[in-house]
Every structure is written in C-alpha cells, then in structure tokens.
C-alpha cells in the first residue's frame, strides 16, 4: 500500500514538497525515543528521497498526549528544534529499510539524549 501511495504522490514530491512523517506514529511522553515505525522510511526509499530527522523536544510539556487542547499555563515551557543531517536513499530498495530505520533511530536518540542532559 505504501508504493501506491508514494508513486500517487511523486508529482508534489518531484516539485520539491516536504513531507512530514512521524516515526514513533503518535505522540508519546517525551522520556525517551520509542521503537520507529517503518512507514517514514519505506516512502524515503520509494521516493528516493532525502529523509531528514527532526527531533522536538520539550513539546511534550505544553501538549500531552492526553490532551486535545495545550495545557494551559505552560507556555513558559522551553520546545527545542534540533534538525539533524540528512539520511539519503539514493540507490536503496526494500532490503535496505531496516538499516536506514535503524540508523535514523541511533542518530535521533543520541540527539534526544544529549538534549536531555542539556536541558534537564
């Protein structure tokens, strides 16, 4: 299924469109990384497109996953935007998934970690 919605989306892809896909698949308590799904990345390799991780971190305190509306009277809390290098998939197929999954989580949490040392 994940083919066919790559390839119904190549033209916005081919005009340069960004498209943001959550790896852990939903919002989850901001204590760690949690295992990735492996959508993001099969629709990289389909497109053969760059994937870029981002990680947010903080975003947790203003907007629980419990909640549908931000919690009020945290809006002093501090969201951290860490753009991290991009991972290629120039070249890779199916097979290759579960290594760039693998890779982008190593990355991300490092990243996480050290965020949270810096900002705990």
């Known amino acids: 299924a994940i083919g066919r919605w790559v390839t119904h989306e ?14 852990e698949g939903t919002r ?5 990384i949690y295992p990735f799904k492996s959508g993001p990345f099969l629709f ?16 947790w305190k203003i907007q629980p996953k419990e909640k549908i509306l931000p919690a009020w009277g945290k809006w002093k809390n501090k969201v ?3 753009i991290l ?6 070249g890779m197929n199916r097979e290759h ?3 760039l999954q693998e890779q982008a989580y190593h990355l991300m949490s ?4 050290q965020l949270k040392r810096e900002f705990n």
Not at 85 to 90: D, K, R, V
Not at 110 to 113: K, M, V
Request: glycine fraction near 10%; charge should be positive.
């Open 97 to 99: 998934r579960q290594a």
């Open 44 to 59: 990289g390799i389909e497109a053969q497109c760059p994937i870029i991780p981002v990680l947010i971190y903080g975003a």
């Open 28 to 32: 989850k308590d901001g204590s760690r």
């Open 85 to 90: 290098p991009p991972l290629f998939t120039n």
């Open 80 to 82: 951290i935007v860490q």
């Open 110 to 113: 490092q990243g996480f970690e």
């Open 10 to 23: 190549w033209p916005r892809i081919k005009k340069g469109e960004c498209f943001l896909l959550a790896p």
